[in-house]
Each structure stands twice: as structure tokens, then as C-alpha cells.
């Protein structure tokens, strides 16, 4: 029997929301919780979702185990329980068995870590995401998003004791917008590379070392090769 699928997204703090996943099983369970969380019952939801998990008798990761627990994650989430619902995320990571669904738990714990306030696990999250699946295009938005916020921040705290940023000259400013042009084009390296050699004809170009640094984050994850899993 197919349990029917929740729905493509759900709100989130960022931007780009949640993923959700329909399932398969041979029981209720599965299809009741949707329901559930169609009705807008998340708490019961989330219960429905665990009942189908205590169905099964071993710890074998499928596809159906991790997209029950995607499930309740976001049945979780939308019941205001963001630390709960990033512990289902990353065990449907661990339980499945394909790297698109390993993507999605990563993305999705991301989204419920940042809810929870923890902002430097969230961009860990969707860094994981992106060396899944560098095609998570949800996941490179939210961690530039997220990544942007921690530079400023960091900024500010270390702003008391630092040389504040140089005023960036007339040719620094049209770098940067060359730089934004390639970022739009997904070319990060060009970008960050753009930057770095005009750093060195003009030292203004530091205004925007916040931009440097990210763009060069980005890039390196862009050229990882690696599927590592959440433990």
C-alpha cells in the first residue's frame, strides 16, 4: 500500500523550507500520518510516523525508514520541536540508502537546526548537503544565507578591536560587481579569484572580504568530490 505524499515544502525560518517525502508501506501508519499532518495535527502526526518505525524488526536502512523518519521530522518541525525534528532528519540520513534522500535529511536538519537558533550547525548542515548533492541548489541558497549571517555577526563581535574596513574605491566597487555577476552565474571561484588579484592591485578591495571569504567557501565545496555521511 502507497502512503500518500505530505507536501513538496513547508514554511521555514529561511527562505526555502523543508522537503518532504511520501512513503511505502504494507500498513496504515504511513498514510495515517499524512493525514494527520494534512489536518494540520502535527503532534499526532509525528506519533503515526513512529508507530510505522516500530514496525520494523532491524536496523537494515531502506528508503521506506528514512523517509517515515523524514516524515516525522517534519511533523516535528511544524509542531514547533526543532531539536526533535533534527534528531529524525539526521537518522533518516543515516537510514538511507541513496544520496538524493541523504541530501534532503542534511538540507531538512538544517532548517531545524537554524529554528533552534544554532545557526553555525545549521550552515554545517547544508555544507553537508551540497557535498551530497552540489546540485541542491535550496542548500547552496540557505548556506550563503546563513554563512552571510555568521560573517556579520563575527564582524560585529570582533568590530571593538579590528581597523574598520577601508572605503572601497571607484574600481573596488566595480570589481565587486563584476564578482556579483559570476556569483549570479554560480561561477564562485571566478568570482573569488576576481576578487583575490584585485586585492592585490588595490588594498580598498578588503571592504568586501566578508564577500572574499564566502565566495571562496563556496567554491571549495562546489569542487568536493567527497559523499561523506552524518554520523
Not at 513512529?50 to 531502506?62: H, K
Request: negative net charge.
Amino acid at each position: 500500500m502507497t502512503c500518500g505524499r505530505i507536501i513538496s515544502s513547508v514554511p521555514a525560518m529561511l527562505l526555502l523550507g523543508l522537503v518532504a517525502q511520501g512513503c511505502s508501506r504494507p500498513s496504515d501508519d504511513g498514510r495515517r500520518g499524512n493525514d494527520l499532518y494534512e489536518e494540520g495535527r502535527f503532534g499526532e502526526a509525528a506519533v503515526a510516523f513512529q508507530e510505522g518505525l516500530s514496525r520494523f524488526e532491524d536496523e537494515t536502512p531502506g528508503a521506506v525508514r528514512s523517509n517515515l523518519l523524514n516524515n516525522r521530522g517534519a511533523a516535528y518541525y511544524r509542531n514547533e520541536e526543532p531539536e526533535s525534528a533534527q534528531n529524525a532528519f539526521i537518522n533518516s540520513v543515516a537510514m538511507a540508502d541513496a544520496v538524493p534522500e541523504q541530501s534532503r535529511g542534511s538540507y531538512n536538519a538544517g532548517n531545524a537546526a537554524y529554528a533552534s537558533g544554532a545557526k553555525q550547525l545549521s550552515a554545517d548542515f547544508f555544507r553537508q548537503a551540497l557535498l551530497l548533492d552540489p546540485e541542491n541548489q535550496d542548500a547552496r541558497f540557505n548556506y550563503e544565507f546563513v554563512k552571510r549571517q555568521l560573517d556579520e555577526e563575527q564582524q560585529e563581535q570582533q568590530g571593538g578591536g579590528n581597523e574598520p574596513p577601508p572605503k572601497p574605491s571607484d574600481y573596488a566597487k566595480q570589481l565587486k560587481a563584476q564578482a556579483d555577476e559570476l556569483v549570479a552565474r554560480r561561477s564562485y571561484r571566478e568570482a573569488n579569484r576576481l576578487m583575490t588579484d584585485g586585492l592585490k592591485i588595490d588594498p580598498t578591495v578588503r571592504a568586501f572580504q566578508t564577500f572574499i571569504d564566502r565566495t571562496a567557501s563556496v567554491a571549495d565545496i562546489n569542487q568536493s568530490p567527497g559523499t561523506e555521511n552524518l554520523q
